[in-house]
Every structure is written in C-alpha cells, then in structure tokens.
C-alpha cells in the first residue's frame, strides 16, 4: 500500500482544495433548498441548522479564497467533519429526511482524495454517522431498511473512487520517476558518467549568471587528451572507450562538490569551479585536484591531457556593494 507521503505527493492538491470548497459550498445550498421539506423540529434544532450552514460556507470560503493555508491535515480533518455535520442535519430534520441524501457528496470526495488507510478509518465514522438514527430514535425495520440500503451503495461507491484514484497515482508516480530517470540520463554521458555537453553549457551559463550577481569568481578548465588518436588507431575503438571511460572515472572521483566535471567534446573534458586563478578567496592556492589514466604493463598505452583554464574575474554584484 502506498504511504500517504507519496500518496498525497501525486494528489493535485491545489485542485481537490477546490473541488471540496465547492462541495462545502454546494452542501449549504442543497440544505437550504430541503429546508422546507424538513424543518426542524428538535429543541435548539433552528440553532443547529444555522450553525451547521453557517460552518459550511466558512470551510468553503477558506478552502476557495485560501487554498495554500490549508494543510492536508485540515482537508482530512473537514472530510472527517462532514458525517458529523450531515448526521446532525438528519437529527434535527428527522431521521428520514432528505437531508441524509448529502452523505453521498462527502463519502465518493473523502474516497477520491484521501489515502486508503485514511478512507477505511473515515468510512467507520461515517458508517457511525449513518446509523446514528438507530439511537436516538430507536430500532425499527422500516428505519434500518432505510439506512442499511444506502450504506449498500454508499460504501462500495467510495472504496471503487478510493481504489480509482490509487492506481492513477501510483501510475503518474511511475511516470513521473521514469520522467525524472529519462532527464537525468540525458544530461550524462553514457560513456564516461560525466555530464554531457548540453548539462555543461546550462550549468555554466547558471553559473556565470550566478557569479555576476554575486560578484564570485568562477574559473573553466578544458583539458583535452594528447595521445588519444594513436590509441584508437593502434588498438581499436574498444580500446578507445574503455580509455574515456577511466578518464571518466580519474575526473569523477578526483573532483570535489564545488567542482562540476563534464564530457565535453569527443576526447575533451571540462570541470567547472566557483573559483578562479587557482585561489582561494582569501587568496591563497587551493588543491584544484589532479586526475588521469595513465598506461601499465599489459595495458593499451597511457595518454597525457594538455589544459586551458579560463577564468571570469571578481564582479560586483548587480545590486552593489553593501
């Protein structure tokens, strides 16, 4: 089963917000409309009526004009809210009044939005509420008939929305993690595991953008493989590969988190630093890190790498100096 974290993570928040201040909206409505087909009739039924209606205009209202304060704590808490409210409509219009028909519109929501093992703890609430009748007013076979025949339908409505809207989540979250899985793989190359030339050119332009606002220095090194062309012709392509695939390996692991390396062209690499001149800020060398794949005994032959470093001076910020 789903967690509710990930659940909720594939919910359309912002819209489901809005459709339940619809419904409270609609539910006020509709009450108001039946009201003359069930007036109440219980003592303080009047004030029950209107603070009830009252309740639904002000949840409507919140989750309508103020859908980015409401937690989805609060939206399941107004799901949970409305069998109560619904139950105490039926209590003051009479155990077989319309009013009962609303218990529908809260049940197939709460089904839709909520997570399963949030809906099964709802649905013995609501069930609750439903048969809340038998209670106060006592058993009697027209009344259970009545009460048990909607429970019939109510109940499997909400667990086939419930089981609906899960399997639509659980697909847009696959498609979403396989989305993300295809982005990343475009911006590596497959060769090297370095980031390709398309992830190179955006991330430097972020970070000349970066380093302009900022007034950072920021430095490129390009370093370009002296010898490659004599591997490849000497012992095959093969060879070749698996040659960019140690400087690959060399570049990933000599760099550091400040420094971003990338497969640049064909036999040229390039690693992006947010410093430049082989300084630190303070002015003193840094350690820039040193990579290579150098030949051996049995091996294809080693291959040298002959760098350009360009660096981007110190820049003021856009907004000035403080």
Same mark, same amino acid.
């Given at each position: ?14 819209? /489901?917000?809005? @459709?339940? !201040?619809? #419904? ?8 108001? &409309? *039946?009201?003359?087909? =069930? ?104 009344? /259970?008939?009545? @009460?048990? !025949?909607? #429970? ?8 086939? &929305? *419930?089981?609906?809207? =899960? ?109 430049? !001149? ?15 794949? =150098? ?28």
């Amino acid at each position: 089963m789903m967690p509710s974290s990930e659940f909720y993570a594939a919910l359309d928040l912002a819209t /489901a917000k809005r @459709i339940g !201040g619809i #419904l409270w909206a609609a539910g006020a409505a509709i009450t108001l &409309a *039946m009201l003359p087909l =069930a007036i109440p009739d219980r003592p303080l039924g009047w004030v029950v009526f209107g603070v009830v209606v009252l309740s639904c205009i002000a949840l409507a209202l919140r989750l309508l004009r103020s859908p980015d304060r409401v937690s989805i704590n609060e939206l399941w808490a107004s799901s949970f809210l409305a069998p109560g409210a619904i139950a105490a409509l039926v209590w003051v219009g009479g155990s077989m009044s319309p009013y009962a028909e609303l218990f529908l519109l809260s049940c197939v929501y709460t089904g839709a939005v909520h997570p399963p093992r949030r809906v099964f703890v709802y649905l013995v609430w609501f069930s609750a509420a439903v048969c809340a009748p038998l209670v106060y007013d006592g058993w009697s076979s027209d009344l /259970a008939a009545h @009460i048990f !025949g909607h #429970l019939i339908i109510w109940l499997p409505i909400t667990l086939v &929305a *419930m089981a609906y809207t =899960a399997r639509v989540r659980s697909q847009r979250l696959g498609l979403t993690a396989e989305g993300n899985r295809a982005r990343a793989q475009a911006r590596l190359d497959a060769l090297t595991g370095l980031q390709n030339r398309r992830a190179f050119d955006e991330e430097a332009t972020a970070a000349v953008q970066a380093a302009h606002a900022a007034g950072r220095r920021l430095s490129v090194l390009v370093a370009d493989l002296d010898g490659f062309k004599r591997v490849n012709d000497t012992y095959g392509h093969l060879a070749g590969d698996e040659c960019l695939r140690a400087v690959g390996a060399a570049i990933g692991g000599a760099v550091r988190a400040i420094l971003h390396g990338a497969r640049w062209r064909a036999d040229a690499a390039g690693v992006r630093h947010g410093r430049a !001149g082989g300084r630190d800020e303070r002015g003193g060398p840094h350690d820039e890190g040193r990579c290579g794949a =150098a030949g051996s005994e049995g091996d294809v032959g080693g291959v040298g790498a002959g760098r350009g470093e360009a660096a981007l001076p110190r820049i003021s910020p856009l907004w000035g100096d403080e």
